[in-house]
C-alpha cells in the first residue's frame, strides 16, 4: 500500500501575504514569521526540496494544495504534476472567489489536472472580507464544483457556528460536492468537532494535517495529544475516511518530517496494520484514483 502526503504547499516564489525574507522568514502585515525553517533559503518550498523529503522517508505521493499565505501557486502546482505525475496530486486555488470568471477559471485547471478546489477561509476572507460559502458567487463556483464531479477541501480553523451553518446551507443546497475537512476541523480548538462532522454529512474525509502542531508547544514526539485526535477521527470516520498529512514546510520548524509520519506509521497502537495502511496512504489512493481525470 502506497504512503500518500495529503497535505503539503509549494511556492517557488512566495506571492501571498507573506512575503519572502531570508532564511525561512517571512514578513506579513509588518510582522516577521519564522515561517519555514532557517534551511529554507531563499524562503520558498520547491517541489524539488519536498521530493527529497519524500524519498528520505518513503512517501509515494503527495497532495499539493493551496492558500493566500502563499499566493496564487497554480502554475507551479500544475508544472509539478505534470513532471512527475505519479509522485503529485494538485488542488485548484480560486483567491477570494468574487470574480465572475472564477467557476469557468476552476473547470479550466480541473481540465488541466487539478483534483479539486481548496479553500481556506482565513486567508480567502482578507483578500475578500465578504466572502460566504452562501454567497451568490460561491455557489456559482459550488453549483461547478457538483457539475464537474470534483470535491472541496477546506481548512476552516477557528471558525464558529455561523460559517459552518453556512457551509451546511451551501453545500446542501448543491446536494453532490465531497467534501474534506483539513486538520480534523483545527482541533483541538473551539468547536472542532462540528467542523469536522461536516466532511461525515457531505461523504467525504478529514486529513490529519499538522495536528502536532495544534495540539500545543508542550508536545513531543510521539505527540500523545495527537495520537488521541487520530484515535477520534477513526472512530468517527473510518480508517478509509481519514487522510495522513504533514502541513509541510512550516510544521518542520517543529517536527522532523519523519516524525510528522511516524506518529502514524511507528506510534499510534490502537490502529490494526489494515487501518494504519488506510490511513497513511490507501484512503488517499482511493481519492486520487476516483477524482483524476
Known amino acids: 500500500m502506497p504512503i500518500i502526503d495529503a497535505h503539503a504547499h509549494v511556492a517557488r516564489v512566495m506571492t501571498g501575504f507573506r512575503q519572502p525574507l531570508r532564511f525561512g522568514r517571512a514578513i506579513d502585515g509588518g510582522r516577521e514569521h519564522q515561517f519555514f525553517p532557517p534551511s529554507f533559503d531563499p524562503t520558498a518550498s520547491s517541489p524539488e526540496v519536498l521530493l527529497g523529503y519524500m524519498d528520505q522517508v518513503g512517501v509515494d505521493r503527495t497532495m499539493l494544495v493551496q492558500h493566500h499565505l502563499y499566493g496564487d501557486q497554480n502554475a507551479v502546482v500544475l508544472a509539478s504534476i505534470r513532471q512527475w505525475r505519479d509522485r503529485f496530486s494538485g488542488f485548484a486555488y480560486l483567491g477570494g472567489m468574487g470574480q465572475a470568471s472564477a467557476p469557468d477559471d476552476l473547470e479550466r485547471l480541473i481540465d488541466l489536472g487539478m483534483l479539486g478546489l481548496k479553500v481556506e477561509l482565513p486567508s480567502t476572507r482578507r483578500l475578500r472580507p465578504e ?163
Request: hydrophobic share 45%.
Open 131 to 293: 466572502f460566504a460559502w452562501d454567497g451568490p458567487a460561491e455557489m456559482r463556483i459550488w453549483e461547478r464544483l457538483a457539475r464537474l464531479g470534483r470535491p472541496l477541501w477546506i481548512d476552516i480553523n477557528g471558525c464558529g457556528a455561523d460559517d459552518v451553518a453556512a457551509l451546511d446551507r451551501a453545500l446542501s443546497a448543491v446536494g453532490s460536492v465531497r467534501l474534506t475537512v483539513c486538520h480534523v476541523g483545527g482541533a483541538p480548538e473551539g468547536i472542532w468537532r462540528e467542523r469536522a462532522m461536516m466532511a461525515k454529512k457531505f461523504d467525504g474525509w478529514v486529513d490529519l494535517a499538522a495536528l502536532p502542531l495544534l495540539t500545543g508547544a508542550d508536545e513531543e514526539y510521539p505527540y500523545a495529544k495527537a495520537q488521541d485526535l487520530v484515535r477520534w477521527a477513526v472512530e468517527q470516520f473510518g480508517a478509509e475516511r481519514v487522510l495522513w498529512g504533514s502541513d509541510y514546510p512550516p510544521t518542520l520548524n517543529s517536527s522532523t518530517y519523519r516524525q510528522l509520519l511516524d506518529m502514524v506509521r511507528r506510534h499510534c497502537d490502537f490502529l490494526t496494520p489494515a487501518q494504519k495502511e488506510l490511513v497513511l496512504g490507501g484512503a488517499a489512493e482511493a481519492v486520487v484514483r476516483e477524482f483524476s481525470a
